[in-house]
Every structure is written in C-alpha cells, then in structure tokens.
C-alpha cells in the first residue's frame, strides 16, 4: 500500500496508475471511469467529457503559455476521442499579488486555442487564496465534444494494425526543462503544445477508420503504446530508427539521462490504423507535420508488452516510465 | 484597472466580480456565459453544466471535509438549475508527501456524497508537485445535470414574489474561522455542507413554480439577493428579525466583525416563488429544517437595491460584500 505520495505518484507512468487505480478507481468505481480513456463517452455514446488541472512551472515558456496549455490539453482530449470540443469550464486558483497583466496575457492565449477549437467557455470559478499556499496559478479546464468519430479505444488494436506519430517527439519536456534550468540551446526549440482537433478533423473527414488515437502527454510515447498494448492485450513493437526525434531534443535527453519516448508532449498523438489505411493516413498527418512516421506494428509475440526494436539490432521491453519524470510539466 | 490580485478578488463579492467582469467575461464573452448563473444551461436546455475548485484550510473541519464539500459544491450548483445530478469529474492537485490514509478518507467522503446525489464520476486528473507549490490538496469538481425544472434564472424575480431562506445562515464560514482560530464556543456548532438535491427534488416534485434559487455560499446570502436584484432589476426588501442565525454563529460574527448574511454557506440556499406558494414552500422547507423561513419579499421601491428592514425599525441598504472576507473558506 502507498503510505505517502511522492512526485513519482505524478508522473503518467507506473507509480501514477497505481496510485488512481488503489485511491480513486477503488472508491469511485463505474463502467464508463473504468474504461481509462482520454475522456468519458456519456450520454448514450453522444458526448465526450474530461478534465485537466494545469500546473506548469514557469507559467510562459517558448512556443505558449498555461493558458494554451489548459485550452489544448482538454481540448485534446475531446479530440482524441473523435469528438468535436464545444463547452469549456475554466476554474483558476490565483496566489494574492499576481499581477492582472499577466493573468489577462493568459486568458487571451485561452480565447485563441478556444476560437481555433469553435469552442466556448460557459462557466467559471475563481478563488484567490493568500501568498504559499498556492505558486502563483493553477487553471483547470474541465470539456464536453461533441463526437463525431464512434468507436475509437485503447482496447480496439488488433494485430497487423499500424501506428503512426504525428510528429517529432519529446518537445514540450525538453522545452520546459530547459527554459527551468536556465539552458539556452537553441533559438527554435519550443513546445509543440497545439490544438490537434482541426488535423483530427481532416482525419475523420477522409473516412479512415480510427481504431486508437491518443496525445502523449505524460509518460510520452511510452506511457501511451504501454496502455494500448495492455488494454487491448496485443505485442506493440516499435522501431526506435522510425521514431522522430530533433537534434536539440535528443541533447536534453542525454542531458537528463532520459528517453525521449518517455517525455511529454502538449501537440503530438499516436494514431492505430489498419495496414491498409497506413500510407493514407501517413499522407494527412505529413500535410501538417512534415515529420510524421509509422513507427510501430501490432503484433502477437508478446501480449501486453511494447517491444523496442534498436538501432543496434538489439529488441528490449518499453515499460512504463516510473520514478519522478519532471513535475509540473503540464 | 486591477493592477494586482488580491484576496479580495476572491471573496464572492463586489471585487470577485470586477475581477471576473474585467478579466474572464471580457474575452470569453457567449450568451451563456453572461447569464452567470450557477450553472451554466446547453445542450438546448437539457443539461446543466458547472464547475468550482476547493482550496478549503483546514482540510478536515466539523461536518465535513474537503471531500464532501467538493461534491456538495458542485452538485448543488447544480441542482440550483433544477438539473439532478449525473456525471462529474474529479481532478486533484496534492502536494508531495500527503498521506494516502488522508487522501483516502477525502476520497471515501466524495463517494457518499456522490451516492446521495445519484452521480458518478466519469473522468478525472491527479498531479503531485513538489511541496511549496501547493498547500496540502485542491480539488476541481467540475459536472453535468439533468434539466428537470426549467427556467430557474436570477432574472425571473417580479414584484410581489417571496423569497425564503432553507436554514439557519452563516454555519460554515463560522465552524471554518472557529477550527482556525481554535476556538471552541461549542460542541454543537458544524459546517451546514450538505447536497441539497434531494430537498430540491421535493420542491420539484410538489409543483411550485421555481422562480429563482440559489445557494448562498462565497458573499452569503447578501451576494445572492444583490445579484437577483440587479439581475431582475427589482428591489428585495429583507426583514432583518427573520433571517434565522444560530446563538454561536452570532457569536462569531461578533467576534470577527461580520455579518451572518455575509458568511459563506455549504448547504443554505435560497428561493423565490410566487406569494401564492410562499406558504406551501416553506412547510417544504421545514421538513428538512425547522429553521427555514419567509425573509424578503420583491417590490418595485429600489430597483436594483436590497433593503434591510433592522430589528429597530431603521431601513439600509444591504450591499454587495466587499474586502478580504475569510480566505479558503471553500
């Protein structure tokens, strides 16, 4: 039993499903909260609805803000289950002598993902509590979508079905670890925080069938093909040569001592089609990311496991990252 | 303009809604937003959808805990709508090195709550930062509700009507500021947190007309009938000798300088109906608490005002809270 929770309790990996699964899944126990989706499918299969509390530290880093974090995250997570983001709740916990310059520079980075989403925010809550008791500003973003797309499932791959990414991985984790630690590597890197909904959208609209779609935020790419492999009881083996990671990325990962498979991403999903969607969905996802790849297959050689194929020659297991990964990353 | 945030901006009252106005409302501006009801009313009126986050201090208090209070807070935002309680949401931000048992113990709260109401939670969000960045636990409750009594709305007071508090005022904010305080006036004395859907089903269920009602928690009952008499543009004329307040409660109001009228309240609301019902609803009322009453009635004398009839036959005007009211009260 977990006496205390750690930072590692935090961490989209191993440690954090164990801690949802012993406190919150023991206790709040239900069909639709078991499923362990991105968002909860309700009202007979119509509409999507998920919530994310936002904590990143700093609060503005290259490329976006806790504002568009908190917008796309949720917003994301409609998405990736083919629904359509339409009604948003904001609730912010403000720490007193915030400036509301700033608290306004955020809010405006909320209306422009919500105007790229055709969404809108219907109801708020706002609590300002005293100096400590909060580090400076918290937003959660709690949404209902509408979906478009039925039937998408962590528990739907089956064999010989194929796994793309939607682009070079591991940018958000590096970009907040470096604008922390004070590293100045590189004028271009930034986060690849984005609303995914209008590319999702293309998608659907191309009549591909979407078996899994899912942002790999926490826990990265790892964390994401673990839960599918799992869920749908099947072997994922990935090709690390296939897998997309820039140069900048791959030297705060030698930096770190981490994988970039194992850092989040705010803008960047791993989508399972069958083999024969695989080139035409590649097709789409390239005509927005130019580094987009198919970099895993199903398979049954190993259920319930994601197998690494090296560049070395060498295979190994991809296990769900654990330990403390960076907190506050999101 | 508000340079910085203070905990005035917090309180429910006159500054919160600057804070709100100038800043959230100005650039998320929709119809249903600008309603600023409780909860916010979509899907062509079918649902209701709210959200709220808890920073309450302490974290275990008389009657309640922060557990009980996020799902009481949220529901009945809720069933102020006329909507019954259906799906939730639950994400919590805990500070590294809280307990499991403490965590536990909230989430066991949540659940028993949660079966009085008739919801679930669908979707949640857990992060652990590092100690500092939060003090102890917040939780976002964020939820949705099916419409049973329509046309509950903070513009719908007219002249003539009645309007009725469910309880005895001022329980929570009282126990929250004697626990801080570690003052101990009584052994009797504890939070009024509490999900009032069930007593609002009775009400539904007897046909009255519904006009308005709200549940007067930040700011009191004094926000509440201030913002129905902008909202309908009416004046509310309050008698000061029947609003029901407990001997401690007055106690502490002494103590701290405030008015019952102004302290928070978990589990009070407060109704307006048609004269003709006024009597039906409070016997309603009085089932679940002898303590209910008729406190003010609508006229046409003030428009916009509420008018405090005193004990000693002297007439003010009850206004809007303003200042630092007690912080983290919920």
Redesign the interface.
Known sequence: ??????????NGGAE?NE??EK??YK??K?D??SKSED??V?EEGKLA?????F?V?PLFFPGGDIGKLAICGTCNDLSMMGAKPK?L??????E??????E??KI??S??KE?DINGA???????????K????KL?I?T?G?GEIEHKGISASALKEEMSILVSRDIGTHGATIFAEREGIKLTSTLQTDCASLYPEIKKLVDSGINIVALRDATRGGVSAVLNEWAKSSDVCIEIEEESIPVREEVRGICEMLGFEAVNLANEGTFLLAVAKEDEEKALEILQETHKTSRIIASVTNQYKGKVLLNSSWGTKRFLDLPTGELL??IC
Chains 1, 2 share one sequence.
């Open positions: 039993m977990i006496k205390t929770i750690t930072l590692a309790h935090g954090n801690l949802i406190v919150f206790h709040f239900n639709i909260l968002a909860a309700i609805f998920t919530t994310d509390s904590t530290s009604y709740t904001c609730s912010v916990i403000i007193e002598g915030f400036l509301t310059r608290l306004e809010v405006k909320m209306k919500l809108i925010v219907v109801s708020g809550d706002t609590k300002v509590v005293p400590g008791s909060v580090d918290f959660n709690t209902i907190p506050r």
